[in-house]
């Protein structure tokens, strides 16, 4: 594994662009995989319900996930800041915080999804006939959470420290420990969502054990500081990573959102077949949302060397990245819809299979914008600018999604639902250039 440190504020910038991009996208891709690969033998041993069901719990952990990655996130950048200033102390204080409230915050927010889950789950689209396997699925997931927010938490502090290849190898390890276990606790075992839930757990333990251990041998700059002084300071720092909770929970809010309307206008197939699109658009995303985090710690660290020729370099390497990748993925969906949808619809004929090749032939449109989105969003929280970052995430994550799927079904019935993601990412793309124009002249003056 390579471990090689890299200076931020010096090496060539697109080549560093890459040097963090690529193993971030693949960790992000394997942690992707992992989870299709959940869907894929959910689908093809436990059926079509199974599979609506664990759609179904996803939106439960969002707002564990999503107050994990402020904090996480928002630490990070403040200590990509510090270490930028050659402030270290501080930088290993941020830290340290960072950790210690997202524990608190998981441990609290479990206990209280444990309590209520199956009136949360009829409440996010949950049916009679999902409520059940719903129900087990997350309670098996809740004691491994904690392991999952920080050690992914961990790898973001890895990669401002300057050790990419780190962060990715445990993101990755868990993965695939993820996709072997899936094989053989579901395909062999027989055991369907139960055993799905235990091989996420699993490589949850995994991958923070990875990242515990790279911290425990002080290789970088960041080490644990038991200053717990001056907390404002971590709650000051989690507001700017502000759009990332906002992601995170808006997109929970908009797949229960999707999960009730594809309920209400074709019950439990329709439910199935907008799980199978999204797992596949969560791939695709994940490919714009590793090059767009990546751009993090880069633009963060010359923020604060004050390099803004670099930072500039760096928003052009991420923009060009995720048009080429966009324009794949659309072309992938255009020539194999039916391949990609029949990897968790058996059935060719069902009505779950056909609303699924609907679905994808309308919302590919939307990642010929959607990483583009995300790399003005990373930009904004790197150049410390939460308010604009939080506009665009919310834009395209909750408002707009939201907007769209309680307006055009009444219109257009199902082509409305397929249509809410193209359009609402369409705004999004129109309010982020005007956000970065009316900002460029004073953040990027140097």
Known sequence: MNN????????????????????????????????????????KYAGEISLAAVNISYPVFSFIWGLAMMIMVGGAVAAGKYLGEKNIDKACQIFTKSIFAVAFITIIISLLIFLFNEKIIMIIGGSEKT?????????????????????????????????????????????????????????VFNMGVKGAAYATGISFISGFLIMAVHFAKHKGNLKFSFNFNNMYELFKASLNGLSEFLNEISVGITMALFNVVMMKYAKEEGVAAFTAINYILWLGDMVNYAAADSLNPLISTNYGAGKFNRIKKFLKAGIIFTICNGIFIFLLLSFAGPFLTSLFINNSSSNAFTISIEFMSIIKWAFLLSGINMVFSSYFTAMLRPKESAIIAMLRSLIM?????????????????????????LVTFLAAITLFIYTKKFLLKR
Do not use: Q, W
């Open 4 to 43: 090689k440190k890299y200076d931020i504020t010096i090496s060539n910038e697109t080549g560093l662009f890459y040097r963090f991009a690529l193993p971030n996208i693949l960790s992000f891709v394997l942690m992707s995989s992992a989870g299709i690969v959940d869907g894929i033998f959910i689908g």
């Open 131 to 187: 409520l059940p396997i719903s129900s087990e699925y997350i309670k098996l997931i809740l004691p491994f959470v904690i392991f999952n927010t920080l050690g992914y938490g961990l790898s973001i502090f890895a990669r401002v420290d300057g050790f990419p290849f780190t962060a990715s190898f445990a993101l990755v390890t868990g993965a695939l420990i993820n996709i072997v276990l899936d094989a053989l606790f579901i395909a």
């Open 401 to 425: 999604p939201c907007t769209m799927l309680l307006l055009l079904p009444l219109y257009f019935g199902k082509t409305g639902i397929y249509s809410a993601v193209p359009l609402s990412e």
